[in-house]
């Protein structure tokens, strides 16, 4: 029965909420660790302390505050469906807390780091593997675009007259970014490489859609050429692409819109960077600092 009541939830994720399945997989994953930990007990009989056990269980594994909360916020949704389904009584999530956790300032890659990597042309000699490894670059840190929203990048998404593309975000929310001329030069190169036929964009070696791990392997080996940072991912060239605008002056309220975010509250960590930026600026430059 508890099995079927999470499938039914994660239907509801799929169909219903349209959520993305990486998204889905992240709550699958979370209500498998749930269910192995309170079985044989039926959902309908679990009461909040139970639900602590498996918070104090979590913590004694060395579990981040930050992934607990995760899997609170999962079982908060859950169980609300439950309810609202009428597969429970009342919802034993009530009294349980997130935990506090500290807030972390996102990392980026400074301007003068980057700026030898994005100052490269599409060279006539370069094959497929390389530009195509360089466009990947080239549109995480020139859109700001997340790592499933470049892998499901259509070439229907393109517009080289407008110089644009059209992203599909988080709920399936769209949103169009302008790319630099230099960017859609490296677009133009890779699709005159490209051989295979497929609807998305960018393509693996053998003309399949890109996966996250061949992104990941991508992003880490070129930064690590250029950044001392300890981790280096898709989502830091993310980070560094709205920092960057912040210290050149563009409006918060525009980069909200660019990073696709639902309100200006997750914008505006970008502004403790741009924060530490000025102080560093003031260190420098002000005679009495």
């Not at 230099?182 to 295979?196: G, K, P, V």
């Not at 996966?211 to 940072?229: A, E, H, N």
């Not at 960057?244 to 309100?263: F, P, Q, V, W, Y």
């Not at 502004?271 to 005679?287: D, F, G």
Request: proline residues 4%; positive net charge.
């Amino acid at each position: 029965m508890n099995r079927e009541l999470v499938n039914f939830f994660l239907d509801h994720l799929r169909i219903e909420r349209r959520l993305s399945g990486h998204t889905v997989s992240s709550y699958a994953t979370d209500l498998d660790q749930f269910l192995a930990f309170i079985e044989p007990e039926m959902l309908s009989q679990i009461k909040a302390q139970q639900i602590r056990n498996w918070l104090i269980s979590l913590s004694d594994d060395s579990i981040q505050n930050r992934s607990i909360n995760r899997k609170l916020a999962t079982l908060r949704t859950f169980f609300k469906f439950l309810v609202r389904r009428a597969d429970i009584p009342e919802n034993p999530m009530g009294p349980i807390k997130m935990i506090k956790v500290s807030k972390k300032l996102p990392q980026f890659i400074r301007e003068s780091d980057m700026q030898g990597l994005w100052e490269q042309s599409p060279n006539t000699e370069s094959s497929f593997t390389e530009v195509r490894d360089q466009l990947i670059l080239y549109l995480l840190y020139g859109t700001g675009i997340r790592l499933a929203e470049l892998i499901s990048l259509q070439k229907s998404h393109i517009n080289l007259l407008n110089n644009t593309i059209r992203v599909l975000g988080k709920r399936n929310k769209e949103r169009i970014i302008p790319i630099p001329a230099l960017i859609a030069d490296w677009i133009l190169r890779y699709q005159s490489l490209c051989t295979y036929e497929h609807t998305h964009l960018l393509l693996t070696d053998k003309g399949e859609k890109l996966y996250p791990m061949f992104v990941q392997r991508l992003v880490k080996k070129q930064l690590g050429d250029i950044s001392t940072l300890e981790k280096l991912s898709p989502h830091v060239l993310r980070h560094t692409y709205a920092t960057h605008l912040l210290n050149r002056g563009a409006d918060l309220n525009a980069i909200k819109e660019l990073l696709g975010h639902a309100n200006l509250a997750a914008t505006q960590v970008y502004t403790h960077n741009s924060m530490e930026k000025m102080k560093e600026i003031y260190q420098q430059a002000h005679p009495k600092a």
